[in-house]
């Protein structure tokens, strides 16, 4: 079946507007989400180096703050939908400074989405999980993970805050689309699937003795390998 390994902060959770709540609560300020046009958060805002490490400490230091993130407009119907078409894994960077980061994150996904656990993957090495296609908002997180695997589909998740960074392969904010993007890997899949099913059928009876007894024989894994590689 084909596998969706998908981002979760800013893909399927409001984890900007989160941590604007935090920021703007602190320091009177009123930000939204359209000041945030950069990956780093207080640069974009202007907040000066020799204080960025206090506004970090409040997100580390806000109780289950990944268990409080809205859901981001649209991502409900769209996992189901996803669902509905392929195995989804949720692939997430931990916040590693706060104590209750993961067992937050998959309570959220829980309630929100209702995946177990086991589709939760916390890593920040994205590229070492395999599936067909990837989604992620950090642009070079899809960079490394397209290098990493070639033949499949790395789609990053559009937002303010990375259309501005080079990126040359698929790129959309909507789900209709990648629900599209999906679906079209999927056919093709299938399509592959049938090849293959055809051309080992055709080799193997090319080769099948009359008795109608398969003995292993290196001239049908020859034959095959050649013709699917073809
Ligand atoms: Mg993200």
Redo the contacts with the bound molecule.
Sequence with gaps: MTRVLI?????LSA?TEGWLRLINAARGTSFTPADVTGWDICASIGIPEDERGAVKRLLAECPRFAARLDVLPGALDGVRRLQELAEVYVVTSPWNSHPTWTHDREDWLRQHFNLPHSRVIHTSAKHVCVGDVFV???TSMCVTWAEAHPSGVAVRWETPYNRRDTWAGLSTGSWDELIKIVSARADDARSEQERIKRVVKEVCAKYLSDEGIYGYDNRIATEAAERLTK
């Design positions: 981002d979760c902060d800013g893909v984890f992620d908002d950090k």
